[in-house]
């Protein structure tokens, strides 16, 4: 009688560490990803609303006849605060997500992070992003797909800037911070120029390792004078 309640109680608490386990699987798989996109496509609509309705004059606008061009006015980084779009055509024609500033947990659940010590966008140094390759959205989660030659598109709202990546991505430890330097160690690049990073976790599952893409800044367009070819081709 005892060892029969014994096994039945036993049987009883797998069934339910193994319902908790499927229940915790669902909750990683689907509800963060639902409310994830959720998230960023309210960053993206923020932004898109914020542009629209307070745009920022960049270069080769086209003011009044007899008017003085107004200098661009710029963004500011806000931590936690999103500023621009990034757009990268090899992992769908419709992908699109908010950067904001600052890598920490709650930022990354609403978008792509900033590395706040890093570079601005399209300025001399290293711009560095930091993505989740499952969970919250899963906007890093075809990121072995990247190679040399592919665009990675931005625009904070005035200008688009297109950057060409340099290398298949690359594997380190968790610890190697040269990759974020202003000229990111291991990258190839030999000086001083307009670089970005992006990083995310490796394997797809884990985070023991880094997946690393480096890519230069390759041209710039204002807004005003439409998307770049990098996005419409």
């Known amino acids: 009688m005892t060892l029969r309640w014994i096994v039945r109680t036993l049987s009883e608490i797998c069934v339910t560490v193994g319902g908790l386990i499927v229940l915790f699987v669902v909750y990683l798989l689907f509800w963060t990803g639902i409310r994830a996109d959720s998230a960023m496509d309210g960053e993206i609509g923020k932004l898109q609303h ?29 931590s936690g605060g999103s ?9 769908g024609a419709d992908w699109a997500k908010p950067v904001l500033e600052g ?5 990354l659940k609403r978008g792509l992070g900033h590395y706040a010590r890093t ?5 001399v140094g290293n711009f560095s992003v930091a993505g989740h390759r499952r969970t919250y959205g899963d906007p890093f ?4 797909r990247l190679r040399p ?18 290398n298949r991505p690359y594997t380190t430890l968790p610890g190697d911070i040269g990759v974020i330097d202003p000229v990111p160690r291991k990258s190839g690049f030999n000086g001083p120029g307009r ?16 997946l690393i893409a480096w890519a230069h800044l390759d041209s710039t367009q204002p807004v005003a004078q439409g998307r770049p070819s990098a996005l419409t081709s």
Not at 149 to 166: E, K, P, S
């Open 83 to 91: 500023f621009a779009v990034m757009y990268i055509p090899r992992l």
């Open 103 to 107: 890598t920490g947990t709650d930022v």
């Open 50 to 78: 914020q542009w629209s309705s307070s745009p920022a004059t960049g270069p080769g606008s086209d003011p009044a006849a007899g008017e003085p061009t107004p200098a661009p006015r710029p963004r500011r980084y806000v």
């Open 141 to 144: 989660k075809d990121f072995p």
């Open 119 to 123: 570079a601005r966008l399209g300025e």
């Open 149 to 166: 030659g592919d665009a990675v598109v931005l625009t904070d709202g005035t200008t688009w800037f297109t950057y060409r990546i340099d």
């Open 195 to 210: 670089y970005l990073t992006l990083t995310t976790c490796e394997p797809e599952w884990g985070h023991s390792h880094r």
